[in-house]
């Protein structure tokens, strides 16, 4: 569990730097879109793991990025305190630098933050094998150009994480899911209405003809809320639910499926119901309050160009199967920070894009 | 620096500009020789004040066609330098650029030109029961554009975050007028989080000319405690028992025993003169309904940790009265002293008392009295050494004592800035906090945005020869920290 095995990471990148032979960085190799690369010698970091340093009173805690989530997880929560972004723990060797390269988050995204949010320092290998440091260990740090936040959603092209530092939180006091029956139509407006309330939401999904809210909060507020819920949404019940979100978070509903294609839309949460030909109501999962919405289809629909002008007139963007394009305007500046912090394109190459 | 090509800038400035919106004149260019950090001036080039993003990129376009450098500044609050003139570069105000341009209630969003000041911003929407969370102290001043290039804080971060988690996406104007579109409408974006990057970069990457920021709602309640302590280790284990408790609170202040006396003297806040260190906990709630739960639990937890004396506000005139000594921590400083200058690094809260200790020490060695003011929540220290600018060679001598600061906060595992960035001034401690690896990067990713060094220059990131030539430069472990690179 705890072992450091960077000097060891730190050759390999090295070598690889010399001899150009392009490297597949893998943690526990558990995200949905981890697939091979061409022509890319595995590097794997799950043998680095284990905390560096945790101080619960610092709210802080630094580890090595092959450290598994669960065990994060747990030794967390015997202080009473959590990752905030909810990460999803695909499966038992999933590790906190997979879950920070893919930027993944759970159901509380909208409403306590997401991996950017509470990242506060890496250590990194650059694709020259050299260990730089951005950030800090410390909560509140506006020193140097913020290269840390970066490596958040980047896949690992920007570097090979080594250690991380995050901000962690109180663990929420009090936990309630209420649920009823909805269509997908029902289900639009009576997000609006909680989004638009007082209601101390951190989750709320709709997917298989039921909406789910999940209320965080202390136990006498959770209290208070019962009156301005039966307002809202007089059919939600309270529901003792096991492992519902985590299902949700993980990706383990029927949805997922592997036979599927999967389309990820990340839209501003207050966008109408999207009217998708070929496209049933059946195959939609709602999450993020309607931030993220998920498309599982047959392959070919919806085409690409039927989703790219539904969802760039909503403001947002989508992901087929973890493919994504980048912004023909960005593209030049990705290009160039990428040949700074990569310069022989060794780093999972063409993984975060084949434009790069 | 080329003047025949300053000469034709101007020219050109003055046909395009208003004459209000160009001054050149030396008096009329005084006000703007410094920011906030007034020990370093400079008078400016000239100073321009577009009056709409199609003037402003006109000037930039012209600087760029003449290769002159550009400054751009908000309302000039900035404490570290960041928006300092320099005589070779255009300074570009962009105060007049302080439009709402559109309020998203369905969203709990709005857009805004950068001059808007960040006051400005809650109030447009307190109607709506919603507020901008980041709220430096500067707030009725500061302007929005100043806080994304500055990364600002303020005391409701340790709840609610820093600029970066409040602001959705931004448009920077590049060195040469074009305009680019970071973030977004939505949670996450394709590709790299070049938003994350632009945010603190401090002018160097780009302007900032639109911004998309994140509103919150309104709580219900407020409650504000007053802990008193017999000395500042004791307030500062306080601090973290109410964390460690589980309580996460919306503002957790410290103050010294002279800061005290001085804020008191100031604001008549009721803050206890007698008591060493004071904390200030500020707890919210989203309905009210917990409120009385969580200050009856935080009374409990500060009594446990040896608060002498703990006060909790009746009502919110007794909450601003409170705030208000320590919202006016500095200008009260100011009166007890001629000048004073602020330091702002951050620290392992468990260091505290080590840290305050060597201060001390420090502030007899340079025979200069210190204050401390402290983001508790955050570890974010920020001690004020007073002098008196007008004896020949304390300047200096304060500058070295920061100096000395600023490298025992990085010692211990912290940072030489927790929210005021490092402008022209700290450009010095950035060669002891990073190696000159890092540094390269962070020269490249500059050159990465802004290819013709343009926007801001010599702000920052030192270059390597600055590092190098240090006199006072840091042996961390024993280590030289730039060993491949020549001594002078």
Avoid at chain 1, 233 to 256: C, G, M, T, Y
Avoid at chain 2, 46 to 57: G, M, T, Y
Wanted: hydrophobic share 40%; proline share 6%.
């Amino acid at each position: 569990m705890d072992n450091d095995s960077s000097a060891q990471i730190v050759d390999t990148v090295h070598n690889s730097y010399q001899k150009r032979t392009p490297l597949q960085i893998t943690g526990g190799g558990s995200h949905p879109y981890s697939t091979p690369l061409d022509a890319c010698t595995p590097l794997h970091l799950s043998e680095h793991s284990g905390v560096i340093e945790y101080y619960p009173a610092e709210l802080t805690i630094t580890l090595r990025a092959g450290t598994p989530l669960l065990h994060l997880k747990q030794l967390l929560a015997a202080e009473r305190q959590m990752l905030a972004f909810e990460p999803p723990i695909f499966e038992e060797n999933s590790t906190i630098g997979g879950a920070i390269a893919a930027a993944s988050a759970g159901a509380a995204r909208p409403w306590q933050g997401g991996v950017r949010d509470h990242l506060l320092g890496v250590k990194i290998i650059t694709g020259e094998g050299k260990v730089l440091q951005f950030g800090g260990r410390v909560v509140k740090n506006v020193a140097g150009y913020d290269l840390f936040r970066p490596m958040a959603g980047a896949y690992g092209t920007l570097g090979v994480l080594l250690e991380v530092t995050l901000k962690v939180l109180p663990m929420n006091e009090a936990i309630e899911t209420w649920q009823q029956p909805s269509s997908l139509v029902e289900a639009n407006s009576l997000m609006s209405k909680i989004r638009d309330s007082s209601l101390p939401v951190n989750g709320l999904c709709w997917h298989a003809e039921q909406l789910s809210l999940r209320l965080s909060a202390s136990e006498t507020e959770l209290t208070a809320c019962r009156p301005l819920i039966k307002e809202i949404a007089p059919s939600l019940q309270l529901q003792v639910v096991d492992k519902f979100w985590e299902q949700v978070n993980d990706r383990k509903i029927a949805l997922f499926n592997k036979t599927h294609r999967i389309i990820r839309l990340s839209l501003p949460a207050e966008t109408a119901h999207l009217n998708i030909s070929g496209v049933e109501d059946s195959a939609w999962l709602l999450d993020w309050g309607g931030a993220q919405r998920w498309i599982g289809t047959r392959d070919g629909i919806p085409s690409d160009k039927q989703l790219s002008s539904i969802v760039r007139e909503a403001g947002g963007w989508y992901e087929i199967d973890g493919a994504s394009e980048i912004p023909q305007t960005l593209l030049p500046l990705h290009k160039k920070l990428k040949s700074i912090l990569d310069p022989a394109n060794i780093l999972n190459p063409k993984k975060l894009s084949p434009q790069l | 620096m080329n003047s025949e090509q300053q000469t034709l800038l101007l020219d050109a400035l003055r046909t395009l500009l208003p004459t209000e919106s160009l001054l050149t004149e030396p008096e009329a260019l005084k006000p703007y020789e410094c920011d906030g950090l007034t020990a370093l001036r400079e008078q400016p080039l000239a100073v321009s004040i577009p009056s709409n993003i199609k003037e402003l990129k006109q000037i930039v376009t012209l600087c760029h066609t003449h290769q002159v450098p550009i400054v751009t500044r908000g309302a000039g609050t900035g404490l570290a330098g960041g928006a300092r003139p320099s005589p070779d570069a255009l300074l570009v105000t962009l105060t007049k650029l302080n439009r709402i341009i559109k309020i998203y209630p369905e969203s709990r969003t709005m857009t805004l030109e950068p001059g808007v000041t960040n006051l400005a911003i809650s109030k447009a929407v307190e109607h709506l029961g919603l507020y901008y969370a980041p709220d430096p102290s500067s707030q009725i001043a500061c302007t929005i554009g100043g806080n994304v290039a500055e990364n600002s804080g303020g005391v409701h971060c340790i709840k609610y975050g820093l600029t970066v988690n409040n602001v959705l996406q931004i448009k920077l104007m590049q060195s040469n007028g074009e305009i680019i579109t970071l973030g977004g409408r939505s949670l996450d974006n394709p590709g790299y989080d070049l938003l994350a990057l632009a945010i603190g970069s401090e002018g160097m990457l780009g302007m900032v000319i639109e911004i998309t920021v994140r509103l919150l709602e309104q709580p219900q309640q407020k409650r504000l405690l007053l802990a008193a302590f017999e000395s500042v280790e004791l307030a500062g284990d306080a601090v973290s028992d109410i964390i460690t408790a589980g309580i996460l609170p919306s503002g957790l202040e410290m103050m010294d025993h002279k800061t005290i006396i001085a804020a008191e003297s100031f604001a008549h806040a009721g803050y206890p003169t007698d008591a060493e260190a004071i904390i200030l906990c500020e707890l919210d709630s989203r309905s009210g309904a917990d409120i009385d739960q969580l200050v009856k639990k935080s009374r409990s937890v500060l009594q446990q940790s040896g608060a002498i004396k703990i006060i909790v506000a009746e009502d919110e005139a007794q909450q601003i009265k409170m705030w208000a000594g320590r919202k006016g921590a500095f200008p009260a400083i100011g009166r007890i002293s001629p000048d004073y200058y602020v330091m702002d690094g951050t620290i392992p809260r468990r260091h505290l008392g080590a840290v305050l200790k060597q201060i001390k020490l420090l502030s007899k060695k340079y025979a200069l009295p210190v204050a401390n003011v402290f983001h508790a929540g955050d570890g974010n220290l920020h001690p004020l050494i007073l002098y008196d600018a007008s004896h020949s060679g304390e300047m200096r001598k304060v500058e070295e004592f920061g100096t000395e600061i600023l490298k025992l906060c990085i010692e211990v595992g912290g940072t030489i800035t927790g929210e005021h960035g490092v402008g022209a001034e700290k450009l010095d401690a950035m060669c002891s906090q990073f190696s000159s690896d890092e540094l390269h990067y962070f020269h490249q990713v500059k050159e990465a945005f802004d290819p013709a060094l343009l926007l801001n220059p010599g702000k920052s990131i030192p270059t390597l020869h600055r590092c190098a030539e240090l006199g006072a430069m840091h042996v961390h472990h024993g280590k030289l920290p730039h060993p491949e690179l020549e001594r002078f």
